[in-house]
C-alpha cells in the first residue's frame, strides 16, 4: 500500500505539472480522511487547487466536512458567495455548522443570504449553540414520524429520507407539536407486521438530551446505553436534532487532548498542533510558565533563608536538584493518576479518604525506598554519614508530602469547579520544590545543630 | 434524580436489612451501567449477594458483559461450575471471553467442560487472541449469508438470528470457505427490491480488519471510514468476527488513560485506580522513580563539581531550583503537546524538522521574556546585577535547550519503536536539571571571572 507520503509526493508532483485530468482521476479514488491526511502540509492555496480539480459538489462537500473546520472555512472563503452557499447547503448540517461559525461574521451574513431560506434558518440555528454542547454537535438530519403511521409505511417514509437522513438506524416519533414521544429501531421496524401502528412498537421512555448538555455528557450517556445515536430536544423538549455515535470518538478524543495539554502545564491549544502557529502556542503556554516562575520565586527565598547553614555545610546543596526532582516526580505520578481517573468518572470528591490513605500509603513505601538508595548516593559522593542521613530523612518525608498534596489537590479544584487537569506536572513541582526546601534545611538543622 | 451516593445508601440499607424481594424490586430498575457505578465501592460478597438476588440469568448475564473483567471473574468464581457455565453462555461472546480469560486456568477447565462444545470452542478461541487486538475485542456474533440469497430471504435469515447477533446493521456475505465476499447494511436491504440476489447489492471491496491488528488500527479503521462495525478475518481470510462501534470509545479512551499515566511517568495500570491494590501502583512508579533518582544523580556530580564557585559566590545557589524548574516546566509543556500530537497520528516522524523549527521558535521567544523577568527577580532578592545576569542569560538558553530536547527526544523514541509518552515530564525535567546545572554554572564562570 501507498503511504500518505508516497500519495503527496504524487500530488504535489501533478500539482507543478498542472495536470488537472491526472489529479482529478487520482482524488476521486481516495477516502475524505485520506484526503486530510494528505493535506495537512499543503497551503490554504494548494488545497483550494486539488478541490477545484474534482468538479462534483457532493465530493466536495464530503471532503469539508471531515476538513478541519477553520480549513475548510479558508477554503469556502475563497468561493463567490453563491458556490458558498451552494456547497454549505450540500454539507451535513452539522458539519456546515461548524464551518460557518469560523467564517468572518460580514462574509457569513452574504453566504446566508445566497442560501434557501429553510436550510439558511437551519444554519444559523446550529451555528448558534456552543461548539462544544449537544447542540454544537447534533444534525437536525433526523428521520421523525407520527405515532398513529403503520410499519409499512413507516418504511416507505424512510425510503423517501434515506439519502438525506444522517442515520436511519432510528426513527423518531413526535407528537403534533414535535415533541419526543418515543424511539423506534429500524431492526424492530423490518422486523414487525406491516400494519402495526409505530406508537405500539416505539419505546417510550428514551433516553434525550438536552441542547445545552455538555458534549462529554452526551458522549457518556451513549456509551452508556450503547445506542447509535440519541436524541436531543429544546427548552419544550421538542425534537431538533441527533447526536450520532460516531460523533462520540471525536468528543472522547478532544477532552483527552485537552486533559493531557493541560496536565502537561499549559493551557488547551484547541486547534490541532499542527495547524497551531508559533503566536498561539506561546500564549497558552507563556503565562503559565510566568505563573510557575513567580510562583516558585519563593525558593530563593527560602534558600537565602538559610543561607548560612549552606555556607556552613556547602554539601547539602548538592542534593537540592535530586530531592526537589523526586519530589516533582511524585507528585507528577500520582496527579497523572488521579486526573484520569476523575475524567472517566472513576473517583468523586466523596472518595478522598480512601484515595488520600492510598496515595499516602504508597508514599511512605516509596518514601522508604529512596531514603535507602539516597543513603547510598550520599555515601557514594563521601559527604558524610550526617549529611546522608538528613538527605534520606528528607527524601522519604517528601515522598508522603508531595503523593499527599497531589492526591487532594485535584479533588479540591474539582470542588471548587475547576478543571482538576489544572494541577499539572509543573504545577505540583513548583508547590513541592519550596515546601521541600523548607523541609531538608529544617531537617538539616535539627541533625547537624548548626 | 437520585445520585449514585443515595442509591447507594438505599442499597446498603436493604443489605443490611437483608430484604430480598426489596433489593429485587430495585435492582430490576436500574440499567447495568448503572449497576457498574453502584457497586465500585462493594466488596465482592456484597456485588455476589446482589447478584444472586435478581434470579434472570439474563439480567445478571448484562451486569456481568459491564462489569470490569476482574470483577465479573471475582463473582464467576463464587459459583457453581455449571451454573458459571450458563452464565457464561448467556453473555456476549466478546465480554465472556475477557471474563474467562481472567479465572484461573484450573477453574476455568472445569467450566469449559460444562458448557456447549460449540460454545466452549467459541470461548477459548476468542480468549485466545491477545486482549488488545481485533480478535480480543471482536464478538463472533454476526450475521453471515451467501451471495445467492435474494433480499427477502436474506430479511427472514436476519428475523431469526436478530435476538443472538450483536450488530444486525449490516449483513456479511461470505463464500463456501467462509472467506469474507463483501457487506451489505441493513438499510440497503430493506430498501431494496425483494428477488434482488445479496450479491449483486453487496459492497465488494469492503475495509476488515486482521485478527492480530492492534485495538488502536482497528478504532481508527472505524473512525475513519464511519463504520458502525468491522469485520475481522483470520490468516486465510476467513470472516471470524466483528467489532462493533460501541467497543471504540472503550479502546480510546484507555489509550489515553495509558499515555495519560505515562506522562505522568509510570508505567500505565491496566486497571482502574479504584481497583489497583497499593502493591500495584508501588510496582508501577517506583522502578521509574528509581530510575530517575539514578538518572539525576549526576547532578550532585555536577554541583561538586563546581563547588568553589558555590562558596565563593554562594548567592548563586539560591537559583538553582527556579532554573531547573524553568527547564522541566518548558519541557513538560512541549511534551505532553507533542506526544499527544503523535497519538493522534498529526505529527510523524518526517515532521521532525518543521517540529523542531516551530518549538525552538517558542522557546526563544518564552526564553527573552523569562530572562527579563529573572532579572527582575534577581534585582528583587537583592544578589547584585552580575549573578542577575547569569540567571537571565542561563534561563533564557534553558528554555531553548528544554524545548528542543523535548521535540526531538519523542519523535526519536517513535522511530526506535518505544512509545513517545515514555518521556514523561518526569524524564525530561530529570534530563534537562543537570544539564542546565552545567549551563548555569559555566556561563557563572565565564561571566563573573571566578
Redesign the interface.
Known amino acids: 500500500m501507498e503511504t500518505v507520503?508516497q500519495l503527496e509526493e504524487r500530488v504535489r508532483a501533478l500539482l507543478a505539472e498542472r495536470d488537472q485530468a491526472a489529479l482529478r482521476a487520482l482524488l476521486a479514488e481516495i477516502?475524505p480522511?485520506e484526503f486530510v491526511?494528505l493535506v495537512?502540509d499543503f497551503s490554504p492555496e494548494e488545497v483550494a487547487i486539488l478541490l477545484e480539480s474534482v468538479e462534483e459538489d457532493e465530493w466536495r462537500a464530503d471532503i469539508l466536512g471531515e476538513l478541519h473546520p477553520e480549513q475548510a472555512a479558508d477554503y469556502i472563503q475563497t468561493l463567490p458567495h453563491d458556490e458558498a452557499a451552494d456547497l454549505l447547503e450540500e454539507m451535513d448540517p452539522d458539519d456546515a455548522a461548524d464551518v460557518f461559525a469560523e467564517l468572518p461574521e460580514a462574509q457569513a451574513e452574504q453566504i446566508l443570504i445566497q442560501m434557501e431560506p429553510d436550510e439558511a434558518a437551519e444554519l444559523s440555528e446550529l451555528a448558534a449553540f456552543p461548539p462544544e454542547s449537544a447542540g454544537g454537535i447534533m444534525t437536525p438530519a433526523f428521520v421523525a414520524i407520527s405515532p398513529t403511521m403503520r410499519a409499512d409505511q413507516a418504511?416507505v417514509a424512510?425510503?423517501k429520507v434515506?439519502e438525506e437522513a444522517e442515520t436511519?438506524?432510528y426513527v423518531y416519533v413526535i407528537d403534533a407539536d414535535e415533541r419526543l414521544l418515543g424511539v423506534l429501531s429500524?431492526?424492530r421496524l423490518?422486523?414487525s407486521r406491516p400494519e402495526t401502528p409505530v406508537g405500539d412498537l416505539m419505546v417510550s421512555d428514551a433516553v434525550f438530551a438536552r441542547a445545552l448538555d455538555d458534549q462529554e455528557a452526551v458522549?457518556r450517556l451513549?456509551?452508556?446505553?450503547?445506542l447509535?445515536a440519541v436524541p436531543v430536544v429544546d427548552e419544550d423538549l421538542r425534537l431538533i436534532g441527533i447526536v450520532t455515535?460516531?460523533d462520540?470518538?471525536?468528543v472522547?478524543?478532544a477532552e483527552?487532548?485537552e486533559?493531557?495539554?493541560r496536565?502537561?502545564?499549559?493551557s488547551p491549544?484547541d486547534i490541532?498542533?499542527?495547524r497551531a502557529p508559533?503566536g498561539l502556542?506561546?500564549r497558552r503556554?507563556?503565562p503559565?510558565?510566568?505563573f510557575?516562575?513567580?510562583a516558585?520565586?519563593y525558593?530563593?527565598?527560602v534558600?537565602?533563608f538559610f543561607?548560612d547553614i549552606?555556607?556552613e555545610v556547602?554539601?547539602l546543596?548538592?542534593?537540592?536538584?535530586?530531592l526537589?526532582?523526586?519530589g516533582?516526580?511524585?507528585g507528577?505520578?500520582?496527579?497523572?493518576?488521579?486526573?484520569?481517573?476523575m475524567a472517566?468518572?472513576?473517583?468523586q470528591l466523596?472518595?478522598v479518604r480512601w484515595v488520600l490513605m492510598?496515595e499516602a500509603?504508597?508514599g511512605v513505601?516509596?518514601g522508604a525506598?529512596?531514603a535507602l538508595?539516597?543513603l547510598g548516593?550520599a555515601e557514594l559522593?563521601g559527604v558524610g554519614s550526617d549529611v546522608g542521613l538528613v538527605v534520606a530523612i528528607t527524601i522519604a518525608i517528601i515522598c508522603v508530602w508531595s503523593a499527599t498534596v497531589a492526591a487532594v489537590l485535584p479533588l479540591i479544584l474539582k470542588k471548587l469547579k475547576v478543571d482538576p487537569a489544572v494541577v499539572?506536572?509543573?504545577v505540583i513541582?513548583?508547590l513541592v520544590?519550596?515546601t521541600g526546601?523548607f523541609i531538608y534545611f529544617t531537617t538539616a538543622k535539627l541533625i547537624l545543630n548548626v
Open positions: 507520503q477516502r480522511s491526511d495537512t418504511v424512510l425510503r434515506a436511519i438506524y429500524l431492526h423490518v422486523l458522549a451513549i456509551t452508556d446505553y450503547n447509535l455515535q460516531d462520540i470518538a471525536d472522547l478524543e483527552a487532548t486533559d493531557i495539554e496536565l502537561g502545564g499549559s491549544l490541532s498542533y499542527r508559533i502556542l506561546v503556554r507563556l503559565w510558565l510566568l510557575l516562575f513567580i516558585g520565586a525558593t530563593s527565598s534558600l537565602k543561607e549552606s555556607i556547602v554539601a546543596s548538592f542534593f537540592i536538584p535530586l526537589t526532582g523526586t516533582g516526580n511524585v507528577s505520578q500520582t496527579v497523572a493518576t488521579l486526573v484520569r481517573a472517566v468518572d472513576e473517583v466523596r472518595d492510598k500509603t504508597v513505601i516509596m525506598v529512596m538508595v539516597a548516593r559522593l499539572s506536572a509543573p513541582t513548583t520544590d519550596g526546601l
